[in-house]
Every structure is written in structure tokens, then in C-alpha cells.
């Protein structure tokens, strides 16, 4: 009888696993009743961050939407529009240089769910996670999703047929274009994915290529692959656990958030996280910021700044002529008079 590779024995991740964490002092930082010193985000109200969740997956109340997908509703990098539900989305392109609009320690929680595969670790993916965590609270948490490649490489070590989990994964999501169904698809337009007949449904090769190399996926990381990320922006692993769909070790306050978001009365309100139809082929990790970090304040973390205009419809971002992003003169502005911003 064969046996699994210690690698893909299901109880050598139980080391990962959040475990719950609900200090005192945590609490009171993750309270609802916590206003973000970043002067926007306390006049939006915005607690939280959706980023990478693409233009039609919008969180309201408390919530900023982040996605660079928001340029095709007209918004530049780093603005903020408020749509006619009254949710505040913001375009923003991620890259190694990418520095959010706002202060650190700014918010309670971030979700960022199916982003992260589309990041090359060593061009945006490290600068991703950093920036991240400087906007979080101590105590706050940065819930990652993402395509987990120790169950891809699992299942294709384990072959089980129709029932296993490339098999299971496909009839939900199809591969693009897969070898070997060139006849079969051009009679039925599309791979036989119920077909008790392995010749008429994709090859679990076929599954796996496809997580790799389409959805302008750049890298599939497992959780160690993750903690090693983390490590290059000078997170330590010990801020690091394995989450599951039902939010392990999320503190009650931000679960709380969650379903505010998720099961509001009004449908039309509500954003779509923990997606259910992904579950089965996602790694979740929570980062859960242990302390204030990086250890610079915001004078040394010189931002852009919205300019108010009328009905904040939307926020104009400028860049000053002279930013160095060293260090801002006089320091950070404590109210919006004295925001600094240029004309235009």
C-alpha cells in the first residue's frame, strides 16, 4: 500500500493554524468605536480595506475598496471616488515603489483575496505585503487568499480520478485550452467535464498548468512560500498562520465586520469575501501585526495627499512637485488646512 509524502499528509499543517487571540489590549484597538488617525480615512469613516477585489466587489459602510480595475470608471492612480451607494473605491497599480495615501496604523483589517498570485515576489509582491502591514493597527489583520499550491501539487501526486480535488476543482473551473480534447471540443465547444470518460475531460496536468499559467497568474505560493515573502519585507513568521474559510483566529470584533459587510439586509450593500466557490482550492493566511512596524513614523513616510473637492466626488490625489518620499516638511498635517496640495 502507498502511502502520501510527509509534505502532503493533511496533519503536518496543523503547526500553521491560527490560533485564537483576543487579548484586552487587542480588543480595545479593534473596537468599533476606534477612529483611524489618517485624517481621510476619519472623514470617510473607512475602518477597513478591500484591496484586489476587482470594480464590482465593493464593501460600503467602513470600507475602502482598493483596485486598479477602478481606472475604468475614470479614476487616476491614488484617487477615490464615492459611488451611488455611497462605497469609497480607489484605483491604485501595486509595484515595487507603490506607497498608499495614508498614514500607518491607519486601519483594523485588510482583506485581499485572489491578488497575490498575480504578483512576482521579487518585483511587487514583497512591496504588497510591506505596505500592507504598515497601514495596520497592532493587533489588526491582513487576511491573504490565494490559489494554495499544496493542495495542486498534492492532488497531482495523489491521483484519485473523477473524485479528487483537480477533478472536483475542474468542474467548477475549467482549464483554458487544454491539450489532448482538440476533436471532442470542436464537436461540443467545451471539455465533457461530467464525463466518466478520463479521454473527454482535462487532464489533471491539463488543472494544474492552468492555476500556473492562466488568469495572468505570476507565482502560487504555499504557506511556507508565504512566510518566506513575508521575511523578504521584514515580516517575522511568527505574525503567520494558516486561516480557514470560516475566518480561524479572526478576532470576534473584525468577524463581527465581516458580516456587517457580507449578510447585510440590503443585498445590494453587501461585497462578496470568503467566497465559497474558491474555498476548495485556497490557501488563507492572516498576517496579524504584532507591533507598530516598519519603524518609521509618517514624516518618514511621505504621502500624497486628496484634495477635498465638492461632495468628495471623487478625491483629488496630487503628488507636491518636491516629494522625495523621504521626508515630509513640518511633519504630517493634524488637520485638513494644513494638508499640503498642489493645484490642478
Known amino acids: 500500500m502507498s502511502t502520501l509524502p510527509s509534505r502532503c499528509d493533511p496533519a503536518a499543517l496543523e503547526a500553521q493554524l491560527c490560533k485564537p487571540v483576543d487579548s484586552a489590549q487587542q480588543l480595545r484597538r479593534l473596537s468599533r468605536r476606534w477612529t483611524s488617525p489618517d485624517p481621510l480615512l476619519a472623514h470617510l469613516g473607512v475602518r477597513y480595506l478591500q484591496v484586489g477585489g476587482d470594480w464590482w466587489n ?15 470608471e475614470g479614476l487616476q492612480n491614488y484617487q477615490i ?13 501595486f509595484d515595487a515603489a507603490t506607497v498608499l495615501p495614508f498614514r500607518s496604523q491607519s486601519v483594523q483589517m485588510i482583506y485581499s483575496e485572489h491578488m497575490l498570485e498575480h504578483l512576482l515576489p521579487d518585483q511587487n509582491g514583497v512591496n504588497y505585503i510591506k505596505e500592507l502591514v504598515r497601514l495596520l493597527v497592532p493587533g489588526g489583520v491582513l487576511r491573504l487568499a490565494t490559489p494554495d ?15 479528487g480535488f483537480l477533478q472536483q476543482h475542474a468542474l467548477r473551473f475549467a482549464p483554458q485550452n ?8 470542436a464537436n461540443h465547444r467545451r471539455p465533457d467535464r461530467n464525463s466518466g470518460d478520463a479521454a473527454n475531460r482535462p487532464s489533471d496536468a491539463s488543472i494544474v498548468n492552468n492555476i500556473f499559467r492562466n488568469y495572468g497568474h505570476q507565482w502560487v505560493y504555499d504557506f511556507d512560500e508565504v512566510v518566506r515573502l513575508a521575511a523578504d519585507a521584514g515580516i517575522p513568521a511568527s505574525w503567520l498562520c ?14 463581527r465586520a465581516v458580516l456587517r459587510a457580507t449578510k447585510i439586509k440590503n443585498a445590494s450593500l453587501a461585497c462578496w469575501l470568503d467566497q465559497q466557490v474558491r474555498d476548495d482550492e485556497s490557501l488563507y493566511v492572516h498576517i496579524v501585526k504584532g507591533r507598530p512596524w516598519p519603524n518609521r513614523t509618517g514624516a518618514h513616510w511621505m504621502q500624497p495627499f486628496c484634495r477635498p473637492t465638492t461632495g468628495w466626488l471623487p478625491c483629488d490625489v496630487t503628488m507636491p512637485p518636491w516629494h522625495s518620499n523621504k521626508k515630509y516638511p513640518g511633519g504630517r498635517p493634524r488637520q485638513w488646512s494644513e494638508v499640503h496640495a498642489t493645484a490642478g
Open 58 to 72: 465593493r464593501c460600503s459602510e467602513g470600507w475602502l475598496n482598493i483596485d486598479s480595475a477602478f481606472a475604468n
Open 81 to 93: 471616488g464615492t459611488d451611488d451607494k455611497g462605497g469609497h473605491n480607489m484605483m491604485a497599480i
Open 149 to 163: 499550491l499544496w493542495k495542486y501539487m498534492c492532488g497531482y501526486a495523489r491521483p484519485s480520478g473523477r473524485e
Open 178 to 185: 487544454p491539450p489532448g480534447l482538440k476533436q471532442h471540443m
Open 242 to 255: 494558516r486561516s480557514e474559510l470560516e475566518r480561524r483566529g479572526m478576532p470576534k470584533q473584525l468577524g
